[in-house]
């Protein structure tokens, strides 16, 4: 409901996927050829820190990492390597 607004904007695209599947995060890069990344898929309740720290690490750390090094190898992989790539 907070992106109703930009729903059908031509460089918009919304994909339902766990941030933590690192062959689905390289397949978006590749598929959109992202060029950059805007992180905002982050555990932010304190609660669920506290009663489920595990989840809340895995999201936030490894769901961290696994953007990472997916935007590392989809970007080594083009022939401008990082140029351009935020």
């Known amino acids: 409901a907070n992106l109703k607004d930009i729903e059908n904007q031509p460089n918009y695209t919304f994909v339902k996927a766990d941030i933590c599947d690192f062959d689905k995060m390289l397949e978006i890069f590749k598929q959109y050829h992202i060029d950059g990344v805007i992180h905002l898929a ?44 935020r």
Do not use: C
């Open 42 to 85: 982050a555990e932010s309740h304190v609660d669920r820190s506290i009663k489920d720290p595990f989840t809340f690490a895995q999201t936030n750390v490894m769901g961290t990492l696994t953007l990472l090094q997916a935007a590392k190898i989809y970007w080594e992989s083009l022939s401008e390597g990082y140029g351009g790539k």
